[in-house]
């Protein structure tokens, strides 16, 4: 009775005989664990997670104490090579055997993380536009205080520095602009993602032919709806940054991977859809510096000494118009950037 009712709980339960070997485990174990009971009953739990961040001793204190413990955002590498972020409780229930409740927190810490980009994306965006707002009126009172001056000049000499000073104005402007990004409503047209990195792995091919662009395709990943010009900016702007950044790094064989994979029933921000589709560009250059990482997608923000800032931004923009977001992780020899774009668009 009482296993029919754990084998429905959505919490990992798993029941460990003395020698910390599995005697029991419900489904939602076995989802989290990717394993089934039938293959590891009788295994010892240590043989299911490479390194498992001292729960190995917590468990057996448990069992030699007969007391119960709880562990906070205990981080598990499981022997697939997945790494998890768990609570869980153990409970001596008898001196023959012990439950342990895992309860991930990937998600909810993921969720939390992508609440955090997004409203930090809305906030930059009102920002925005208060700047532009408040740069281009004057910016336009300048310009033509400058078209008036250079008709009444009659030295052609010094009507040079009056269209030095419309030139810079424009320049400034098109700054402005280019903070804002993409200003164009989003066309909801048919759209294959693998056009798109197709065309922008031409363009990187051809731009820097000393880096190796490789490919990872889940050819099942249906039509979305969207903006192929837009998309294909968003992509170049994310695969750019890190081939600059490879190459002026100096990486050693610089190396860039385009992966596609479809990601079911996925929690954006606070929203969850049914089909997502995820975007991976991964290299294998220094990494993001860990004091720009909170602050990458802000605009005027670089990493690099040649950097604009508003690559990213952009990018992130965009991604937004399509009702997904850009995520990062970073470390050296390995940075990822994972473009989120659910396949099914809800109606505004």
């Known amino acids: 009775m009482y296993r029919r009712l754990m084998e429905h709980?959505?919490?990992?339960?798993?029941?460990?005989?003395?020698?910390?070997?599995?005697?029991?485990?419900?489904?939602?174990?076995?989802?989290?664990?990717?394993?089934?009971l039938g293959r590891v009953e009788g295994m010892?739990?240590?043989?299911?997670?490479?390194?498992?961040?001292?729960?190995?001793?917590?468990?057996?204190?448990?069992?030699?104490?007969?007391?119960?413990?709880?562990?906070?955002?205990?981080?598990?590498?499981?022997?697939?090579?997945?790494?998890?972020?768990?609570?869980?409780?153990?409970?001596p229930l008898s001196d023959e055997e012990l439950l342990v409740e895992?309860?991930?927190?990937?998600?909810?810490?993921?969720?939390?993380?992508?609440?955090?980009?997004?409203?930090?994306?809305?906030?930059?965006?009102?920002?925005?536009?208060?700047?532009?707002?408040?740069?281009?009126?004057?910016?336009?009172?300048?310009?033509g205080a400058a078209q008036l001056l250079e008709r009444d000049l009659d030295d052609p000499d010094l009507a040079e520095f009056t269209r030095i000073i419309i030139e810079e104005v424009d320049r400034l402007r098109d700054l402005v602009d280019s903070m804002l990004g993409p200003n164009k409503l989003v066309r909801h047209e048919p759209l294959n993602i693998h056009k798109v990195l197709e065309r922008v792995r031409t363009l990187l091919i051809a731009e820097t032919p000393g880096v190796v662009v490789e490919r990872d395709y889940d050819p099942s990943l249906p039509d979305f709806p969207g903006d192929e010009a837009q998309m294909i900016q968003a992509v170049l702007n994310v695969a750019r940054n890190a081939v600059e950044a490879m190459a002026e790094a100096g990486t050693d064989q610089p190396h860039l991977l385009m992966r596609t994979r479809a990601r079911r029933q996925f929690t954006l921000g606070a929203e969850r859809h049914r089909l997502v589709c995820e975007v991976a560009l991964i290299d294998n250059g220094p990494g993001v510096p860990e004091s720009l990482q909170e602050t990458l997608f802000?605009?005027?923000?670089?990493?690099?000494?040649?950097?604009?800032?508003?690559?990213?931004?952009?990018?992130?923009?965009?991604?937004?118009?399509?009702?997904?977001?850009?995520?990062?992780?970073?470390?050296?020899?390995?940075?990822?950037?994972r473009l989120l774009i659910p396949l099914e668009r809800r109606h505004d």
């Not at 390194?51 to 468990?59: F, H, K, P, T």
């Not at 993921?110 to 910016?139: D, F, T, Y």
Request: with cysteine; glycine share 8%; net charge negative.
């Open 9 to 36: 709980l959505t919490t990992a339960v798993l029941l460990l005989d003395s020698r910390l070997c599995v005697s029991w485990m419900n489904p939602s174990a076995e989802a989290l664990l990717a394993v089934s």
């Open 44 to 91: 010892r739990l240590s043989a299911l997670v490479a390194e498992d961040d001292g729960m190995s001793a917590v468990l057996a204190k448990s069992r030699d104490d007969g007391h119960p413990f709880t562990q906070r955002e205990v981080r598990l590498s499981l022997v697939t090579g997945a790494v998890i972020t768990v609570d869980y409780t153990v409970t």
């Open 102 to 143: 895992m309860e991930p927190r990937d998600r909810l810490l993921r969720i939390s993380r992508e609440e955090a980009l997004l409203n930090r994306q809305e906030a930059i965006k009102v920002l925005s536009r208060g700047l532009a707002h408040e740069v281009k009126n004057p910016l336009g009172g300048i310009r």
């Open 298 to 337: 802000y605009p005027m923000v670089s990493g690099r000494a040649e950097g604009s800032g508003l690559g990213l931004s952009i990018a992130q923009g965009i991604l937004h118009q399509h009702q997904g977001l850009i995520e990062c992780e970073s470390r050296p020899g390995h940075t990822e950037f």
